[in-house]
């Protein structure tokens, strides 16, 4: 440690702490390492340059594709490069789909196009597209409430958009609409279904995501309009009650197809066989380069374990999992789950980066009450980089939810997601969105988080169960 | 006038200007008109109405096109709706485009799509697509300079950004590059051109455009990427120079075709034969509804013609023109020009709406010395509205510098063009990127210049020609 960063984080930085730090379980060492670790990540450009050869090299990746299983290629030599130990991919199968071409048309008497993209996994239509009226509904709720049969021969459309906010938390409902609507038009007759998609940008964007059919039901062509274009058709239907839309779509699915996640560890010096795991997906969707979902995320967490390797010595194992096919349901993550199953119980932790390239701004955990002061330690070296005290539900994002549902503690680091569903799978997920110092301020988190659970007495343990009363 | 109108226009806002009104030759009463039109304007929701209508019951528009022609229906019915008299189309021809699909991919190593978009008029590719090493020109001016034949084979891209600016200043270099660069690759023996877009933005929207052949070179293929697939490609260039691509576009030239240009008059009640010509472009990309480029033109000169029709009594007549197949280059004003040659001496000025709906900030003149005061005087009433003095080289907009290259005295509004070039010839070009009070502060400009030109007295007269050494 240099004489000036050791001034920085014993004197100024650390003093504004020391009130609160009677009872903790760490050694100073570890505090005092973490905030070398954080200077250091806020230096470094190592996420920039791994977000940006992804992102360029590979560009989309759809799980399941050539372009993900090069990016598997890419990402074992990048863990290799980097000092990982054990760097290895565990295949799996899934169902394939490729999205091929959309049109949408509104008839007479106001023929125009309207641009729209498949859901991914959507069935396509005959050639030649499906030509009906559409019937509109306010939302999903809506949709629900219609008679089954009432749609018979039309082609359904959810109208409602998704509120902004800091923690997506208007995605919810959205997503509801996205996955479920097509079984729900579909069991009340319809050809088709049409969204406005789920997202908050005005740039002429539509928004993929996964559709799921729920198997009872035909499958039935799924589309999102962009909000502009979801304006027009309201505008148009405010107009006329009777608008005639035609869509083509050659979506197609495949037959089974194989993608895998890629595992490097950085080795505990002490206890080897316990394991934070910090996880990201590498797939993306198809139209945008995936940087900030999840490009961003491969990064930070592949720098931040990096990090702690070239800086530190972290007790425990910090592994990375880099997800495949994460976005067609936590394919890779289920898979990791059943492929591990023996190795559940070493794992103390996990935290999945999985929201963009927004600041960290809020710490939730998933932990054992017993557990809480040595997260508040945490938090603590965490505070000046604006990282404040969240709430106990965390699951640890999205892959690792399925670890976390599987008995594992979990720490979710909470994004500024204001602008993220602007760009969420859309094309316009592109490296430019990045900013290099938000970058930066995540892999200074997850850097100095990896190394102190990786090094706190007696680890994490994980959440008690709730009892059937609620508490 | 009611009572408060009248305390306001004579009292609190003409005080304002008392001081400086010596000398000027208009009637105090043409003033306080037009500031009755301002106020009338500002809170009239007509040209709102107007290019929603347009966008949405018509949307898209390429000159020549199907939608073109329902957009001529649309405006003969809008004006004879809003009581303008010899409401009539003037039917031109025109060589007819289809833009087609397009797809470009990058080959091996790093096999991905970049998303672009037809330039204006291009010809296609053979079915399969043109195959080619890229070559790398950072600006239109490299390409000329390269030697004949060295592009043998190769797809030119010519990779510079646009600078933003308030007036659209860097337009200019950018349209050298989209409207002339294919001709000056093909001369050098390139198969294809690409260009980075000729527009600001970072959304992922190519900025289409017209590509102009020179006729002595084989007319190839031309295209733009957005910035963000520029960036990409520029990326990609950098980590290995022999990148190949693989352009296959179906746009097609199609034969002659018709357009034509829409026109209604405001008659004037003592010089019906002096015209105050106002005009906008009808047409638009065929990408975007056409909401800035320029629906919000033809709303702004038809709303402003239509109030000073419904409130005051303009002696001269003021005329709208909206013009066919601008985006063509200017074909409906050269057919206007030719059609109406006699008319030419009766036009005392020209203005056209044709760069957004950003506020209008700036008066530009092309007028006769002797009537600058007659133009201060207008000034001194737009003043309230945040109008300052420009210069003297006015040619009044796009299509009508047409009329004012052939002899037309013109007034050019400045509006703020910072944003513009982020929507221009995109498919984003749409309806909410409109500001409602901004196009409100646009209408109230016109209509309070309509009105004052069309009662001057004495009228406007060209600017005088210039000596050939510059005086």
């Known amino acids: 440690m240099n004489p000036i960063r050791s001034l920085f ?25 973490a905030k070398m670790l954080i200077e250091k990540a806020q230096t470094s450009s190592l996420a920039w340059d791994l977000v ?87 939302s999903i709720q809506d949709l629900r409430e219609a008679p089954l049969g009432s749609l018979k021969g039309k082609i359904a459309y959810v109208a409602d958009k998704m509120t902004r906010s800091q923690r997506g938390s208007g995605y ?38 996964g559709v799921r059919y729920n198997g009872e039901f035909a499958a039935i062509p799924a589309a999102a309009l962009s909000n502009n274009d979801a304006d027009q058709l309201d505008r148009l239907l405010a107009l006329n009650g009777d608008i005639e839309l035609t869509l083509s779509m050659s979506a197609k699915r495949l037959g089974k197809v194989k993608s895998g996640n890629v595992i490097g560890d950085i080795i505990g010096s002490e206890y080897p066989d316990e394991i934070v795991l910090l996880g990201a997906h ?63 119980e070493k794992i103390i932790m996990v935290s999945e980066s999985d929201f963009g390239s927004g600041r960290i701004w809020r710490m939730d955990t998933g932990i054992a009450k017993a557990d809480v002061p040595k997260a508040d330690a945490i938090l603590r070296v965490l505070r ?60 200074a988190v997850y850097a100095a988080f990896a190394l102190m659970v990786a090094n706190t007495d007696g680890g994490f343990h994980a959440p008690e169960k709730e009892t059937e009363d609620g508490n």
Do not use: C
């Not at 702490?17 to 009872?23: K, L, R």
């Open 282 to 344: 590498l797939d993306s969707w198809d139209e945008g380069t995936g940087a900030i979902d999840d490009g961003t995320g491969v990064a930070i967490v592949t720098a931040a374990a990096a990090l702690v390797a070239q800086h530190a010595t972290p007790k425990r194992t910090i592994r990375v999992v880099l997800f495949g096919a994460e976005e067609q349901g936590l394919i890779g993550a289920r898979a990791y789950v059943k492929a591990n199953a023996e190795e559940m």
């Open 52 to 138: 940006e050869s992804l992102t360029t090299e590979i560009g989309p990746r759809l799980g399941g594709s050539a372009a993900e299983a090069r990016a598997r290629d890419w990402a074992v030599r990048k863990l290799e490069g980097l000092g990982f130990a054990n760097v290895h991919v565990e295949d799996f199968e899934m169902d394939g789909w490729r999205r091929g071409d959309i049109a949408l048309h509104v008839g007479d008497p106001y023929p125009q196009r309207l641009i729209a993209t498949a859901l991914g996994g959507s069935v396509g239509t005959p050639v030649g597209g499906i030509t009906a009226s559409v019937v509109r509904f306010e």
């Open 384 to 443: 000046p980089l604006g990282v404040l005290p969240g709430d106990r539900t965390a699951s640890g994002g999205s892959d690792v939810s399925a670890l976390s549902a599987a008995g594992a503690p979990a720490i979710s680091m909470g994004q500024n997601g204001w602008d993220y569903f602007d760009l969420h799978h859309t094309p316009n997920d592109t490296l430019d969105k990045i900013d290099p110092d938000d970058l930066a301020q995540n892999v």
């Open 9 to 33: 984080v014993s004197g100024l930085v650390s003093g504004l702490f020391v009130a609160g730090m009677t009872g903790v379980a760490f050694a100073d060492d570890n505090a005092d390492t």
């Open 172 to 209: 919810g409902v959205a997503v509801q609409k996205r996955g479920g609507g097509a079984s729900v038009a579909s069991e009340r007759g319809a050809l088709a279904i049409v969204i406005r998609s789920a997202g908050t940008d005005y740039e002429r964007q539509p928004h993929t995501g």
